[in-house]
T-cell receptor, first 108, second 114 residues
Framework: KNEVEQSPQNLTAQEGEFITINCSYS?????LHWLQQHPGGGIVSLFM???GKKKHGRLIATINIQEKHSSLHITASHPRDSAVYIC??????????FGKGTHLIIQP | EAGVAQSPRYKIIEKRQSVAFWCNPI?????LYWYQQILGQGPKLLIQ????????DSQLPKDRFSAERLKGVDSTLKIQPAKLEDSAVYLC????????????FGPGTRLLVL
């Protein structure tokens, strides 16, 4: 069974700061997902990674398959980035194991 | 392209009552998932369908939860009878299927059991 650990659990930063959220998993996977969940809202898929690095706007996601580790970075953070960020590791047959999420607050 | 639709968005019931949730996946997506997300925790997979067949329901509390996807498109998740600890957000997701494919999530149904 895959175990997914995220850190930090809670993060408060000032607007403009560079944000890093980390995710480690225990079993080899086919893909890793980063998801965003706003309060009271549904979940939005940000990235799906199987190797290397992806960038979308101010968001960057990286994965190191050998080390079983992924990071989500936010550059020039903004209060609208405040949300819960969830890492999900994909195993066989498309099953996902989710981390508990990182609660991010960006203060103006 | 329309996303994953879920209804209702919110539901409040008393314990021991029954409740049903509905999900309409993205057109053409063969795989459909139901997740339970309790406040402060990550989502937990309840059941995974491939077309109208069940792939994984190992974490579904089968004494009270049931789900179906009769025609391989829409799906319903039912809880009967509900318990206080069932209060959670129930998320539906779909994917085209195949290894490592992106899952697309619906907005979720927030259930409160009193």
């Amino acid at each position: 069974k895959n175990e997914v650990e995220q850190s930090p659990q809670n993060l408060t930063a000032q607007e403009g700061e560079f944000i890093t959220i980390n995710c480690s998993y225990s079993v080899g996977i086919s893909a890793l997902h980063w998801l965003q969940q706003h309060p009271g809202g549904g979940i939005v898929s940000l990235f799906m990674l199987s190797s290397g690095k992806k960038k979308h706007g101010r968001l960057i996601a990286t994965i190191n398959i050998q080390e079983k580790h992924s990071s989500l970075h936010i550059t020039a953070s903004h209060p609208r980035d405040s949300a819960v960020y969830i890492c999900a590791a994909g195993g066989g047959a498309d099953g996902l194991t989710f981390g508990k999420g990182t609660h991010l607050i960006i203060q103006p | 392209e329309a996303g994953v639709a879920q209804s209702p968005r919110y539901k409040i019931i008393e314990k021991r009552q029954s409740v049903a949730f509905w999900c309409n996946p993205i057109s053409g997506h063969a795989t459909l998932y139901w997740y339970q997300q309790i406040l402060g925790q990550g989502p937990k997979l309840l059941i995974q369908f491939q077309n109208n067949g069940v792939v994984d329901d190992s974490q579904l509390p089968k004494d009270r939860f049931s789900a179906e996807r009769l025609k391989g498109v829409d799906s319903t998740l039912k809880i009967q009878p509900a318990k206080l600890e069932d209060s959670a957000v129930y998320l539906c997701a779909s994917s085209p299927g195949g290894r490592g494919k992106t899952q697309y999530f619906g907005p979720g149904t927030r259930l409160l059991v009193l």
